[in-house]
């Protein structure tokens, strides 16, 4: 495990305000949820409403109100769907709302028009065919709803509560859901939720310092590992993407699997990795460890066997740079940086990188003789071939660096939130170019470009 207790190396990254999303919320705002396809993002707040902001042009183009009678905690958008958006949230009223809106192709702003449906789905005033439409909410739980999160294949919808339950919610038809499971197995309020990205597998962490990891088991939801660790609340939790991505460029895990990479095979076993942040001040990396093959079964048996149980292992912790309480935590699908937040107003990004003993072997490369080689000084081609073998060999080949860190990125306020999401303005340089969202007790929605 990684050494968690300062960055080895300096931050030589910058974080850049690009612009706040305007106008602000008035009150609190919890949470910021990037659309999955076009360029706007939902934040929920605390006086009870959603707000559709632009990235094209930083502007609120809709504030939604009127479904939840109390703060609207956390919001999800469903993916994989075309020609309509589709918006999950969850309240502290103790319900979950379902939005829909049939998407024009039309996201230029306009003037800001508050739809209110306190109605509960009265959208006679308003034009379907253009604006959201609450088309139905969920009731089930006893307290705040403090989570929601679709699947990767949107078909679950995860909610937990203040009620130290987990729902899960499946879709049997339009504007129709169904509960497949009450998950009661923590003994304290349940934080977040979050669904692996390829895996019908879901992480859940909870007040009681544990994170669970559930999955259906023949008809039944049930937990499949328990992960223990954190000495306090866990606020958040976040799944690696599928592509291994290391000193943010992708890793060709497939070439290295084929000349016998050890480390390789290891990671393409694991599948990706989970990341958590804690009310102890510490962000953790867990990975599963694959499980040996057993003997062959009888196909035709009604017996199973073999156990659901996973066993997952703290394979990291990343720089103790956080003085306070860490809320949230993400994960880039795109260049694998981590971004962290929470109640010391720091927004901290970290890179995985080889170990410095990998390092090491790169330039021992570089020194040796010229083979296939070039008098400019490049990496002879077979001696970086050598040392990369020596890379992917070791047992722990990395490790996580804190790149960049700002203070007060709001002011005095706490950041409830920070995420990341494809930039959409004019100003963006190339189509995978992101930028980092953080959300804060101001009611400011504040977009950051990267620079490393």
């Known amino acids: 495990m990684s050494n968690p207790s300062s960055s080895p190396h300096p931050r030589p990254g910058q974080l850049t305000l690009l612009s706040p999303l305007s106008p602000p919320s008035l009150s609190r705002a919890w949470l910021t949820a990037p659309h999955p396809t076009l360029p706007i993002v939902a934040t929920c707040s605390s006086d009870k409403s959603v707000r559709i902001y632009s990235l094209t042009s930083f502007t609120l183009l809709s504030t939604i109100s009127g479904g939840h009678k109390r703060s609207v905690r956390s919001c999800a958008w469903k993916p994989g769907i075309k020609g309509e958006s589709v918006l999950a949230t ?15 192709g039309d996201l230029n702003p ?12 009265d959208t006679d005033n308003a034009d379907e065919d253009e604006e959201w439409r609450f088309a139905l909410v969920l009731d089930g739980h006893d307290s705040e709803v ?4 679709w699947s990767a294949g949107g078909n679950f919808l995860a909610t937990c509560s203040r009620d130290k339950s987990v729902w899960i919610w499946e879709e049997v038809g339009e504007d129709d859901f169904e509960t497949i499971a009450v998950l009661q197995e923590h003994t304290a309020d349940v934080k977040c939720v979050a669904w692996h990205p390829e895996e019908e597998m879901l992480a859940s962490g909870s007040y009681d310092d544990e994170i669970r990891l559930w999955r259906e088991e023949v008809d039944d939801w049930g937990c499949v590992a328990v992960l223990r660790g ?19 460029k992708e890793i060709d895990v497939q070439a290295l699997l084929e000349s016998g990479q050890e480390w390789a095979r290891r990671r393409e076993r694991s599948g990706p990795r989970l990341v958590s942040c804690s009310d102890d001040q510490t962000i953790r990396i867990w990975r599963r460890k694959p499980r040996e093959k057993g003997p062959a079964q009888n196909p035709l048996s009604i017996i199973r066997t073999g156990s659901s149980e996973e066993e997952w292992v703290e394979e990291a912790r990343l720089p103790s ?9 993400a994960w880039s699908h795109r260049t694998g940086r981590i971004v962290s937040t929470g ?11 080889w170990k410095s003993e990998a390092d090491e072997a790169v330039m021992t490369a570089a020194a040796a003789p010229a083979v296939n080689g070039n008098a400019n000084g490049d990496y002879p081609a077979i001696a970086e071939e050598n040392a990369m073998e020596t890379i992917h060999n070791i047992e722990n080949a990395t490790e996580w660096i804190a790149i960049v860190e700002i203070e007060g990125a709001h002011g005095v306020f706490e950041i409830n ?5 494809s930039r959409a303005d004019r100003g963006k340089s190339h189509d995978d170019e992101e930028v980092i969202l953080s959300t804060g007790d101001d009611g400011v929605v504040k977009v950051w470009l990267l620079d490393v």
Do not use: M, N, Q
Request: aromatic content about 12%; proline content about 1%; glycine content about 12%.
């Open 343 to 353: 109640g010391d107003g720091k927004i901290i990004v970290y890179e995985e990188r």
């Open 110 to 121: 306009k003037p800001e028009r508050e739809l209110d449906f306190t109605d509960k789905g």
């Open 321 to 329: 740079t956080h003085e306070r309480a860490i809320y949230a935590v």
């Open 146 to 149: 403090k989570s929601v999160d």
């Open 90 to 104: 969850g309240s502290f009223d103790a319900s979950v709302g379902v939005w829909k809106r049939w998407e024009s």
């Open 417 to 421: 939130h920070v995420c990341w999401a």
């Open 230 to 248: 954190h000495e306090s609340t866990v606020w958040a939790v976040g799944w690696e993407g599928i592509k291994v991505k290391i000193g943010g």
